[in-house]
């Protein structure tokens, strides 16, 4: 008979902004075994088109365990993550938490996978241009209510699209995601 788990997964939702911040924190990890991240631009751009629709992007599963201090990388960012008891370890949803961990953080921006922002006029995410464009909000901005308005006073003549770009920012900080926790030994 094959063996059983010591506890049974438990569910959760996990919004975006609290799984950026674990992830920006160290407390998400990705096992070595795992493949490297695939996903090209255009992949981390449906993924928040799908966020931003409300269509499910699938559930997380992370398993609960030990983890020593190390420098972790995510993506294109390097984190200083701290030895924690009850650090999640990515089963699957690494394709995701990496995209999103990524594209929101300032940091990323150099890595053209994730260098995204979202066009007022156009409704759409996009990559980043090259030519800083008013109306073309950066996704770490768009992500950070204070940058987001620092954005718009350093932009008066974009004022008639602040509350589109608050409910962008509101959808995606608080976009729901189902994961499932398995706690090991």
């Known amino acids: 008979m094959a063996s059983e788990l010591a506890t049974r997964p438990t569910a959760t939702t996990l919004d975006v902004e609290t799984l950026v911040t674990m992830a920006w924190r160290g407390e998400i990890r990705v096992p070595h075994f795992q493949r490297d991240f695939r996903w090209r631009r255009r992949d981390v751009i449906r993924l928040f088109e799908s966020i931003l629709r409300g269509y499910p992007i699938g559930s997380l599963l992370l398993g609960r365990r030990r983890a020593p201090a190390e420098r972790l990388k995510l993506g294109a960012l390097t984190i200083e993550a701290p030895e924690s008891e009850r650090a999640l370890w990515v089963v699957d949803g690494q394709q ?3 995209s999103l961990a990524n594209a929101l953080h300032p940091e990323a921006m150099a890595n053209e996978r994730f260098r995204l ?20 909000v950066p996704l770490p901005v768009l992500f950070d209510l ?6 718009f006073h350093r932009n008066p003549e974009v004022a008639g699209h602040v509350d589109q770009a608050n409910e962008v920012t509101k959808v ?14």
């Open 96 to 98: 995701r938490i990496t």
């Open 117 to 136: 922002a979202y066009d007022l006029e156009a409704n759409q995410f996009v990559p980043l241009p090259a030519v800083e464009d008013p109306l073309v």
């Open 146 to 151: 204070r940058k987001l308005l620092g954005w």
């Open 172 to 185: 995606l900080r608080q976009f729901p995601i189902p994961a499932y926790e398995v706690v090991h030994d």
